[in-house]
C-alpha cells in the first residue's frame, strides 16, 4: 500500500507563489510516474501536471504551462510542484497522485491540499 501526504498549501496573494509537496510512504515506492491534479468548488477534477518517476520528464497543460514546474526527489520519495504568477482561478484543491505501472491509471492519491489565491 502506498500513502501520500500533500503539504504546502494556503492562502497567497495574486501574483504570488507557493511550493506544494507530495511525501510517499509505505512499500517499496517505485511509480510510473506522478502528478498534481486539482478541484475547484462546483468543478471537476483538472489535470495539472506529471512527471516520470525515472526520467523526469514532464507535462502541463496550457493553462499552467510556464507558471508550474513539477520536480521529484526520488531519494526522499517526493513531489513537488512549484506555482508561480499564481493567479484567482488557480484556487482549488490539490492532490498528489501516483501511477504504479503504465498498465495502471493513477491509482494512489492523497487527501489534498487547499489552495486560495486572492485578487
Known amino acids: 500500500q502506498v500513502q501520500l501526504v500533500e503539504s504546502g498549501g494556503g492562502l497567497v496573494q495574486a501574483g504570488g507563489s507557493l511550493r506544494l509537496t507530495c511525501a510517499a510512504s509505505?512499500?517499496?515506492?517505485?511509480?510510473?510516474?506522478m502528478a498534481w491534479f486539482r478541484q475547484a468548488p462546483g468543478k471537476g477534477r483538472e489535470f495539472v501536471a506529471r512527471i516520470g518517476w525515472s526520467d523526469g520528464s514532464s507535462l502541463y497543460p496550457d493553462s499552467v504551462r510556464g507558471r508550474f514546474t513539477i520536480s521529484r526527489d526520488n531519494a526522499k520519495n517526493t513531489v513537488y510542484l512549484q506555482m508561480n504568477s499564481l493567479k484567482p482561478e488557480d484556487t482549488a484543491v490539490y492532490y498528489c497522485?501516483?501511477?504504479?505501472?503504465?498498465?495502471?491509471?493513477?491509482?494512489?492519491w492523497g487527501q489534498g491540499t487547499q489552495v486560495t489565491v486572492s485578487s
Open positions: 497522485a501516483a501511477r504504479m505501472s503504465y498498465q495502471m491509471n493513477f491509482e494512489y
Open positions: 509505505g512499500r517499496t515506492f517505485s511509480p510510473y510516474a
